[in-house]
């Protein structure tokens, strides 16, 4: 029976960098399932009665709930990310800095300058930093070793081709 392997499937050697934006991803996805937890809460327990300040306007009830919704889509959606970056898969790294961006313009549309604002835009500059290090661009673009030659050449050489053979050569009057 084999056992299963969370290692990935690509066999290749996971970078400290990867390894160091990954552990990133998942604090950050704490943070959003958490700050969409008690957003939904707030809307769903206290209703209209009290607010929660966000792009200059006061979100209550229904309008909590949905900024609640939203924060969890993008903490499940950053946990994914994490996951599939384990894997080394080569579109994790730009679906990453996408969401980092994406994060960064949420956070600074909230409207407060204040130090989470802060360290929540640092958190997401450090992980897209770190995905953008060549150590990094290296491990989440390789081609597996199997689908490179074994010689170290090309897959064609001049003699396998049909103009070089010699009774391509010849011409029949």
């Known amino acids: 029976m084999a056992a299963h392997s969370?290692?990935?499937?690509?066999g290749?050697?996971?970078?400290?960098?990867?390894?160091?934006?990954?552990?990133?991803?998942?604090?950050?996805?704490?943070?959003l399932l958490l700050s969409g937890l008690f957003a939904a809460a707030?809307?769903?327990l206290l209703g209209s009665s009290n607010s929660i300040p966000f792009a200059n306007l006061q979100v209550s009830g229904a309008g909590a709930v949905v900024l609640g919704?939203?924060?969890?889509?993008l903490g499940f959606g950053a946990v994914?990310?994490?996951?599939?970056?384990?894997?080394?898969?080569?579109?994790?790294?730009?679906?990453a800095v996408v969401l980092q961006?994406?994060?960064?313009?949420?956070?600074?549309?909230?409207?407060?300058?204040?130090?989470s604002t802060a360290l929540s835009?640092?958190?997401?500059?450090?992980?897209?930093?770190l995905l953008l290090t060549p150590s990094a661009g290296a491990a989440l673009t390789a081609e597996p070793a199997s689908s490179q030659p074994?010689?170290?050449?090309?897959?064609?050489?001049?003699?396998?081709?049909?103009?070089?053979?010699?009774?391509?050569?010849?011409?029949?009057?």
Not at 6 to 10: C, I, L, R, V
Not at 12 to 31: G, N
């Open 42 to 44: 707030i809307g769903v």
């Open 121 to 129: 835009v640092a958190l997401c500059l450090a992980v897209a930093g």
């Open 12 to 31: 290749k050697k996971e970078p400290y960098t990867v390894q160091a934006a990954r552990m990133l991803l998942y604090l950050e996805a704490a943070l």
């Open 6 to 10: 969370f290692a990935g499937t690509t």
């Open 150 to 173: 074994a010689s170290g050449g090309t897959a064609t050489t001049p003699a396998a081709t049909p103009a070089a053979s010699p009774s391509s050569s010849r011409r029949t009057l």
């Open 101 to 115: 961006a994406a994060l960064i313009v949420l956070f600074l549309a909230r409207g407060n300058l204040s130090p």
């Open 69 to 73: 919704i939203f924060y969890g889509a």
């Open 80 to 95: 994914y990310i994490a996951v599939e970056l384990r894997r080394l898969l080569p579109w994790t790294r730009t679906g």
